[in-house]
């Protein structure tokens, strides 16, 4: 409603709620123009609709990622409707957020179009709409995906100056001042942000440490992840791989809010196809929110938190920072010890891609 009535995407919310100037627009201009037909329904029809949208990307990720014994019949929907009980998943579908769409497109590319015209073209799409799919396009050159790499960044940039033809004011203002302005990232310690720099801005209260902290954890994290993704890819894990990127993209990011950890439904279909019983009873404890209702949150009580707050409050950031020296090591086994992986369960006769 903003373009249409010619106003700035970037400009503060004026509905009268007093909660609206802390959630501005934070996509690229072409979020807002690809989502322009949205405007035609009624509001609430318009959620119903992404919903929607949503809800059939849920099914087609937990599908995909399924071993194919459980992708049809009452199985497959049982643990369809079990997913929406995961925090990350209702929060994004009730606020109306587009992390499963995106994150179908990114498992499309890089599970189902490999070697096939265009592929990479989605991730591009995917992270013109958002920039962390980003982290995605590095995943194509670690996998040695080349040319799809290359079409993701072409797909990228051309989205960004469509936008910037149609919004040049708007474009701008994104790319000097929005970008970093509009999440507060530099120092955002609401319990919502599960991310490196999240923890450390809530353990140093908003230091002037917390940058370069996050900064130096982030390298880290980068390079070690790096380095897990092509051992996976090597052993033929494609969906282990691509989960591994994905996680060190959440950790990594300054604000990654606990909606954008929708990448624990893949998860948890690989650690079905895997028979981890411990594994899916972790996830299920952690991921379905209860204990951030347990901690104070808001007006920066974060950074009065006890101890066990603190364990409470950080717990998506923990589980994946107690999960890392697991995969680091799994990585680097002799894959018939860790057991049979993802991908050659997908299909029978289907031969790995490494």
């Given at each position: 409603?903003t373009?249409?009535?010619?106003?700035?995407?970037?400009?503060?919310?004026?509905?009268?709620?007093?909660?609206?100037p802390?959630?501005?627009?934070?996509?690229?201009?072409?979020?807002?123009?690809?989502?322009?037909?949205?405007?035609?329904?009624?509001?609430?029809?318009g959620?119903g609709?992404?919903?929607?949208?949503?809800?059939?990307?849920?099914?087609?990720?937990?599908?995909?990622?399924?071993?194919p014994?459980l992708?049809?019949?009452?199985?497959?929907?049982?643990?369809?409707?079990?997913?929406?009980?995961?925090?990350?998943?209702w929060r994004?579908i009730?606020?109306g957020?587009?992390?499963l769409?995106?994150?179908?497109?990114?498992v499309?590319?890089?599970?189902?179009l490999?070697?096939?015209?265009?592929?990479?073209?989605?991730?591009?799409?995917?992270?013109?709409?958002?920039?962390?799919?980003?982290?995605?396009?590095?995943?194509?050159?670690?996998?040695?995906?080349?040319?799809?790499?290359?079409?993701?960044?072409?797909a990228?940039?051309?989205?960004?100056l469509?936008?910037?033809?149609?919004?040049p004011?708007?474009?701008?203002?994104f790319?000097?001042?929005?970008?970093?302005?509009g999440?507060?990232?530099?120092?955002?310690?609401?319990?919502?942000?599960q991310?490196?720099?999240?923890i450390?801005?809530?353990?140093?209260?908003?230091?002037?440490?917390?940058?370069?902290?996050?900064?130096?954890?982030?390298v880290?994290?980068?390079?070690?992840?790096?380095?897990?993704?092509?051992?996976?890819?090597?052993?033929?894990?494609?969906?282990?791989?691509?989960?591994?990127?994905?996680?060190?993209?959440?950790?990594?990011?300054?604000?990654s809010?606990?909606?954008?950890?929708v990448?624990?439904?893949?998860?948890?279909?690989?650690?079905?196809?895997?028979?981890?019983?411990?594994?899916?009873?972790?996830?299920?404890?952690?991921?379905s929110?209860w204990?951030?209702?347990?901690?104070?949150?808001?007006?920066?009580?974060?950074?009065?938190?006890t101890?066990?707050?603190?364990?409470?409050?950080?717990?998506?950031?923990i589980?994946?920072?107690?999960?890392a020296?697991?995969?680091?090591?799994?990585a680097?086994?002799?894959?018939?010890?860790?057991?049979?992986?993802?991908?050659v369960?997908?299909?029978?006769?289907?031969?790995?891609?490494?």
């Amino acid at each position: 409603m903003t373009l249409l009535h010619g106003d700035s995407l970037y400009a503060p919310l004026t509905t009268g709620e007093p909660w609206a100037p802390s959630l501005p627009f934070t996509y690229p201009p072409i979020a807002g123009l690809l989502f322009l037909p949205l405007t035609m329904l009624p509001s609430q029809l318009g959620w119903g609709v992404l919903a929607a949208l949503s809800a059939l990307a849920l099914g087609f990720v937990l599908h995909e990622c399924l071993p194919p014994r459980l992708r049809t019949g009452w199985r497959f929907g049982a643990l369809l409707v079990a997913t929406l009980a995961l925090e990350p998943v209702w929060r994004s579908i009730g606020l109306g957020q587009v992390n499963l769409l995106l994150m179908a497109m990114v498992v499309a590319d890089v599970l189902l179009l490999r070697g096939r015209k265009g592929a990479g073209v989605l991730i591009g799409a995917a992270a013109a709409i958002k920039l962390t799919p980003l982290i995605f396009v590095a995943h194509l050159v670690l996998t040695r995906r080349w040319a799809d790499a290359a079409r993701a960044m072409a797909a990228f940039v051309v989205l960004n100056l469509v936008a910037a033809v149609v919004l040049p004011r708007d474009t701008v203002r994104f790319w000097t001042e929005a970008l970093v302005d509009g999440n507060d990232a530099t120092t955002n310690s609401w319990i919502g942000n599960q991310s490196l720099n999240g923890i450390l801005q809530r353990l140093t209260g908003e230091g002037k440490t917390a940058l370069f902290l996050f900064a130096a954890t982030a390298v880290i994290a980068l390079g070690l992840g790096a380095v897990v993704v092509r051992r996976l890819h090597r052993n033929g894990d494609d969906l282990g791989a691509l989960l591994v990127t994905a996680a060190i993209g959440l950790l990594v990011s300054p604000v990654s809010w606990t909606h954008h950890w929708v990448w624990v439904v893949p998860l948890a279909g690989y650690l079905i196809a895997r028979s981890n019983v411990w594994g899916l009873l972790a996830l299920a404890v952690v991921f379905s929110g209860w204990q951030f209702k347990m901690v104070p949150s808001g007006a920066k009580s974060e950074l009065t938190w006890t101890a066990a707050d603190v364990l409470l409050g950080n717990s998506y950031l923990i589980a994946a920072l107690v999960a890392a020296p697991i995969v680091i090591l799994l990585a680097g086994a002799d894959p018939a010890l860790r057991g049979r992986t993802a991908r050659v369960e997908l299909e029978p006769g289907e031969k790995s891609r490494s």
